[in-house]
């Protein structure tokens, strides 16, 4: 439809609203409750505007455009209409502006030099709302500010996808409220402070901690989850005080996740290591570089002379920048090694030489919202991937239809089409199910090493729906390619694809899950497990714990125990890693470096350091250079983290070339079911890498509460057992005290004990055979 703003003509897709109009044309509106993402309220009226022939001001965000619509903009009709909203606004709004945290980036505080009067005429009393305490992210102590835009409200239930804020009351009463004691406890909650038009929600981690113009802003990426989320972090003398969304549509629009936005915190914190530390008399002992340098190198090209390379075995963490991942297995090749690695937490790596190519997301990011049906197999979704989760969940509130097969029925907080969940001895078995319901569905032979399997009526909607769909996609997630049938499940989702038509791939656990092939840290010889099951005499570990982020931390620790030498690369100096480590050395955090993470669909994201580093830390990629100097390999003539990445072929700008999730020599077939109870293992959302670990308001949210041991109500009678009991878990010779819940979402016959948790560290593998005893 055609439609004139102020003179300019415009051209709107029928349905579309005169804000929509006026955002083509450049004519900017006044709005402080119209948000791009989120559905049109219409409550705050700033938006009003003079359309020709309407006998009164409208709101252009829920106006919609006709053919030959005259509006403006800026006539004296609308800016007196505008002038009136934002007197009625400001009656009740208290004069706290000197001491607000929005003060500066206030939209309500801009929109008032050029609507608002030079004094007020409401001389009654101001109205008081009393504050809440929503838990220890954002701050609701100055509600009184509040304006009733609803954004908070409507951002909860269409983009977190769930209702934790609401308006009670009426009239000059109404306030935002949350459910009767309940706290804000969505993985996405700190959003709502950035869509906050005034100063009502806050950060309460930075709240009175620095005024907006005193930060310098340097932009960054997140290292957290295999989205690349973009950021922006906010500095002021050489310490981040917060990190905000920066804008990328296609790949994580303008929301970031609560630990993308909180984990800062960790970056300031105590137990970060500044000094190289190294193990003399049995203690470890503050030195300085060139010492510690110098003493790793001895020891590394000591213990290779005399035991051969391949005693020497490394492993890097899927957190750590690309050009760190390159040099530590140039590094250790160098020294002989093929003992290589960067997925601590996988069990199954029996698809190493089979792939076609690096593993990745099958598709992009933005192409996920044209989807017409997606199956996520093997994915605690929302925890493990909140982004990727919210895309999911505007997808299902659309057309698309949403399965879920996995090894518990957690909530995704979007509407499923379907949902199975199984135990995970039978996550395969869930999935040749759909393989063979597609199959018979289309008249085609059923894949060999599948015929046996019995289908249901959500395996056969499931195949249903992908066939169904134009544009369909499998999306393989953390638990299936944690599982010891990861192989299995990898094939059989290829198998699923080529019957369908349907894409497959990797959500991808960390943020360089793909960026690890890239950089070629994967092994020749013993993988992340069987490095630990056949213990080297030396290990370099590069940003991970073993004890949290391996797949058997018991197996894990027991090795490094027994090695004669383990050097530690680590931007954090305590736990566990101090018992084992002979050499500390102090590497900068990703604030504080340069460096390039490669997100699941292969995106190429560079960022520079926004600080100088902590102490006496230096870049991670400088730091092995250095050791490959000092061991005198070649290749080792960097000078910018840059060089090092023109040095990672075939890495070009933009995407990764060679992008392939296809398989070659792994035929189907499906695992026999152990006895027993079988271990499910979640990686809690603020428990999953290092920083979040460590950040102090992440640990106080519910979602960082101690593991329980969760078992469904069958299982619990089965075993003779009541919830709130105190229970004695026991796997791999080691046990923990857990407290007793009972959980409907757990399948029968398994029990779920989360993972990457000191109190949970002392057991074995993550899904398992284990014990459970009344303490």
Not at 602 to 629: E, H
Request: hydrophobic letters at 45%; glycine letters at 8%.
């Amino acid at each position: 439809m055609d439609i004139e703003i102020d003179g300019k003509l415009a051209h709107v897709p029928d349905g579309g609203t005169i804000m929509d109009a006026a955002q083509q044309v450049g004519a900017y509106i006044p709005h402080f409750c119209y948000h791009k993402k989120l559905s049109i309220a219409a409550n705050c009226r700033m938006c009003l505007v003079q359309v020709e022939k309407a006998p009164k001001p409208l709101p252009a965000c829920a106006t919609p455009v006709t053919n030959g619509m005259k509006v403006f903009t800026h006539s004296d009709l609308a800016v007196k209409a505008q002038k009136g909203v934002m007197e009625f606004l400001l009656i009740n709004h208290p004069l706290d502006c000197p001491i607000c945290d929005q003060g500066g980036e206030c939209q309500l505080q801009d929109l008032a030099v050029g609507y608002g009067g030079g004094a007020s005429r409401y001389q009654e009393s101001k109205r008081v709302v009393m504050h809440k305490d929503v838990g220890p992210l954002i701050s609701m102590q100055e509600m009184t500010r509040c304006i009733h835009c609803t954004r908070c409200v409507r951002f909860g239930q269409e983009i977190a996808g769930v209702m934790e804020l609401g308006m009670a009351n009426r009239n000059m009463h109404s306030e935002i409220v949350t459910f009767v004691g309940r706290s804000v406890d969505s993985e996405l909650s700190g959003n709502m402070i950035d869509l906050c038009p005034v100063g009502a929600l806050t950060s309460k981690p930075f709240r009175y901690s620095a005024r907006s113009w005193e930060l310098a802003r340097r932009r960054s990426i997140s290292p957290h989850d295999s989205l690349g989320a973009n950021l922006t972090l906010h500095i002021k003398n050489n310490v981040v005080m917060r990190a905000l969304p920066r804008e990328n549509e296609d790949v994580n629009e303008c929301w970031i996740s609560d630990k993308d936005r909180f984990s800062y915190e960790a970056l300031n914190s105590p137990a970060r290591l500044g000094k190289p530390l190294i193990r003399i008399d049995g203690a470890l002992r503050e030195v300085e570089w060139n010492v510690a340098l110098d003493y790793v190198a001895h020891a590394l090209r000591d213990i290779a002379r005399e035991h051969g390379g391949e005693s020497v075995a490394a492993l890097g963490s899927p957190h750590a920048t690309l050009e760190e991942l390159f040099l530590l297995q140039k590094l250790m090749r160098g020294l002989g090694s093929g003992s290589v690695d960067f997925r601590p937490r996988r069990r199954d790596f029996s698809t190493d030489g089979k792939r076609l190519g690096v593993p990745w997301l099958g598709l992009k990011l933005a192409e996920i919202s044209q989807l017409d049906a997606a199956l996520v197999v093997g994915s605690f979704l929302r925890k493990d991937h909140p982004l990727f989760a919210q895309r999911l969940r505007q997808l299902a509130r659309k057309w698309g239809k949403v399965s879920l097969v996995s090894v518990s029925a957690d909530d995704p907080l979007l509407p499923l089409h379907a949902q199975m969940a199984v135990s995970p001895a039978d996550l395969p078995a869930a999935l040749a199910a759909v393989v063979k319901a597609a199959a018979e569905q289309q008249g085609k032979p059923v894949p060999a090493g599948v015929q046996s399997v019995t289908t249901c009526a959500a395996s056969q909607a499931i195949a249903r729906s992908l066939i169904e769909g134009e544009k369909s996609a499998i999306f393989l997630g953390n638990a299936a390619e944690q599982s010891p049938y990861a192989a299995q499940l990898h094939a059989l989702a290829n198998a699923l694809a080529g019957l369908t038509g349907a894409s497959c791939g990797f959500i991808g656990e960390a943020a360089n899950s793909v960026g690890g092939h890239l950089a070629q840290a994967v092994p020749t010889s013993l993988n992340a497990r069987e490095m630990f099951a056949q213990p080297r005499k030396a290990y370099v570990l590069l940003g991970v714990e073993p004890e949290l982020d391996c797949y058997d931390p018991q197996l894990a620790t027991t090795a490094l125990r027994s090695a004669d030498f383990v050097v530690v690369l680590s931007a954090f100096g305590d736990g566990a890693v101090r018992e084992h480590a002979d050499a500390l050395l102090p590497i900068a955090a990703f604030s504080e470096t340069s460096g390039t993470f490669v997100n699941a669909e292969g995106r190429i994201q560079s960022f520079s350091g926004a600080l100088r580093p902590f102490g006496d830390a230096r870049p991670g990629w400088k730091v092995l250079r250095v050791l490959g100097n000092l061991l005198e390999q070649p290749g080792f003539a960097y000078e910018t983290s840059e060089q090092v990445r023109a040095d990672i072929t075939p890495l070009a700008e933009g995407f990764v070339a060679g992008l392939d999730n296809g398989l070659r020599e792994v035929a189907l077939s499906l695992p026999a079911k152990p006895g027993g109870l079988q271990r499910i293992a979640d990686v809690p959302i603020h428990f999953a890498d290092a920083l979040v670990r460590r950040a102090p308001a992440l640990q106080k949210t519910r979602d960082a509460a101690a593991p329980a041991a969760r078992l469904c109500a069958a299982t619990l009678a089965r075993l003779g057992l009541s919830e709130g009991a105190t229970v004695r878990v026991k796997q791999a010779g080691g046990e923990a005290l857990l407290a007793l819940v009972a959980d409907a979402t757990v399948p029968p016959d398994c029990i779920r004990v989360a993972a990457g948790h000191a109190s949970t560290a002392t057991l074995g593998e993550m899904f398992g055979a284990i014990n459970v005893e009344r303490a």
